[in-house]
């Protein structure tokens, strides 16, 4: 055994050991994107790691331990030289890894996905989908100001999916169904919350911690909950029928409704304290007097807020909506409260909130030319935009989604890539030049190769040699790509080893369909 130092971390390791077997049996994360046990490294870069304060980094997969070493792997030129690497490996991908129109959706909806189970009649996944970041669907088919169809890759093909409108289908439908959809709830956590104000960021606030096995109280002002939806939108847009349903879809989690309850008379900020583990405020637009009163600290729009936690000067007491930021879009206050939701989530079971900045991570194709456009419009339904006056039939609302040409990326949840990515901040336009072409994907059964997103990490290449047919570097220089050897199909190519293939290839190039 030898000596060495990871980060001032002393260990001992085996002599033949690489930095990155060294870093990892100790448990220290080093990023990898073209290494493979067993197989010779190649060049992706981002594994790497300075040694000996060395001017010079060095790539950690390939390089071996040496008695007395001293190895840095994290620290800010190493972050910079990774990131560096991940940019120049995205400089040369095409992709969306979110669709268009999710990317300009104010709630992040998963648009791509609830189309698709549309278009295949799934519609009680679909609102499954919807609710993961939509609670009040029907309301916002109702009044949304469709942003996300401002966005949609078809806009100047037939015209942009109807996706409001097919948001507010699947939820009429789920609605008018003898059991409407009900999220199943974590545990109960023994944790109190009090949420004034029971208008969109309220409620939607309200429900994430109900899912989330909280004890949720909203108190209102009016003896009904609905804030501005019931009481600053006409019933001609929003009928009261398919607000109260929404809202009881809410109540029945548990919901504990209390109205004619205005803070400052009835409520207090220090009885709330006492009686709850955490306080939200979602007033919508605050009188600065009126939070002067309170002993709450403004900011030049509304109240001031820890943007990474949402908690106000007072030690728990939290807000969001309209009383952080004014506006008049509903779908952003249920944004907010969702997002409130997760922070207060964090802070009363003391873990760490979802990394917003990451799951919003995305490698843009924007416009696509005709030739690509013209492949993509090729897997959907060619019809023109349908946009109902009111509802879509059922068969309607099928072709409709039927003409969403699935822009995000089906394994963004699932790629080291994008996660790599967005960990060290990269910049996927940094180098700017001529985009890879989009390439029609291959199937072999159940797996596809699309080898836009194919970065050349080399690991289907080293996994299918030796074996028949197989994956294969093709010209040299910038136009190198990965491809089946001369003569053999992506099939022949990954006949043999389709599970290991998959499991190795860090981007979605090659994936289960
Ligand atoms: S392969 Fe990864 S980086 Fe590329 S589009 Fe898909 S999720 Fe994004
Ligand atoms: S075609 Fe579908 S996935 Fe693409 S932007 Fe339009 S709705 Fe979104
Ligand atoms: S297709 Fe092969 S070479 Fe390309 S990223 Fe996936 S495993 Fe690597
Ligand atoms: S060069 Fe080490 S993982 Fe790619």
């Keep these: 055994m030898i000596n060495i130092t990871i980060d001032g971390r002393p260990l001992r390791v085996d002599p033949g050991s690489t930095i990155l077997d060294a870093a990892r049996a100790a448990g220290i994360t080093i990023p990898t994107l073209c290494h493979l046990p067993q197989h010779a490294p190649t060049s992706c870069l981002v594994c790497v790691v300075r040694v000996n304060n060395s001017p010079r980094l060095v790539p950690s997969c390939a390089t071996k331990v040496t008695d007395g070493m001293s190895i840095e792997s994290d620290s800010p030129d190493v972050h910079l030289a990774r990131r560096t690497a991940l940019e120049l490996l995205l400089s040369d991908h095409a992709g969306d890894c979110l669709a268009p129109c999710q990317l300009v959706c104010p709630a992040h909806m998963h648009i791509d996905r609830m189309l698709h189970l549309i278009a295949t009649e799934n519609f009680a996944e679909a609102i499954a989908v919807v609710k993961q970041h939509i ?17 949609c890759r078809r806009s100047h093909h037939g015209g942009a999916v109807s996706i409001c409108r097919l948001k507010r289908f699947v939820a009429d439908h789920d609605l008018a169904s003898p059991s409407p959809y009900q999220p199943a709830k974590a545990p109960a956590t023994g944790k109190r919350i009090a949420i004034i104000g029971a208008g969109p960021a309220g409620l939607s606030a309200a429900y994430y911690l109900l899912i989330a096995g909280h004890d949720v109280t909203i108190f209102d002002q009016h003896d009904q909950p609905g804030g501005a939806l019931r009481y600053a939108i006409d019933a001609d847009h929003l009928p009261r029928a398919v607000l ?41 637009p605050v009188d600065p007097a009126f939070a002067q009163s309170l002993g709450l600290a403004l900011a030049h729009k509304g109240l001031k807020i820890n943007p990474a936690t949402g908690e106000t000067s007072a030690p728990r007491v939290f807000a969001t909506g309209a009383a952080v930021t004014p506006y008049r879009l509903a779908v952003r206050a249920v944004a907010d409260g969702h997002t409130l939701a997760q922070q207060v989530h964090a802070f009363l079971t003391h873990t760490a909130a979802a990394d917003k900045r990451a799951g919003r991570f995305s490698v843009r194709l924007n416009v696509l030319d005709p030739q690509e456009m013209a492949a993509v419009l090729a897997l959907a339904s060619d ?97 190198m790509r990965i491809a089946p050897t001369f003569d053999a199909t992506f099939a022949d190519a990954v006949a043999t080893r389709a599970a290991e293939v998959v499991a190795a290839c860090p981007t979605a190039a090659i994936r289960w369909s």
């Design 244 to 284: 109260d349903q929404e809202i009881s879809q809410i109540t029945k989690l548990g919901l504990h409704f209390v109205g004619n309850a205005r803070l400052g008379d009835s409520l207090s900020i220090t009885k709330l304290h006492q009686d709850f583990d955490a306080t939200i405020l979602a007033l919508g």
């Design 383 to 479: 019809a023109p935009r349908s946009q109902p006056a009111t509802s879509f039939t059922r068969d309607e609302a099928v072709a409709e989604a039927q003409r969403c040409v699935s822009c995000g990326c089906a394994s963004a949840n699932d790629c080291d890539l994008r996660r790599y990515a967005a960990t060290y901040h990269a910049d996927p336009h940094h180098f700017r030049g001529q985009r890879r072409q989009l390439a029609p994907a291959a199937h072999a059964g159940n797996v596809i190769f699309e080898p836009g997103k194919c970065i050349a990490c080399g690991r289907c290449v080293a996994l299918t040699a030796n074996h028949g047919p197989a994956q294969t570097y093709l010209h040299r220089g910038f136009d």
């Design 135 to 151: 609670p009040l669907p029907a309301v916002l088919g109702r009044i949304c100001p469709d942003l996300c169809e401002k966005n």
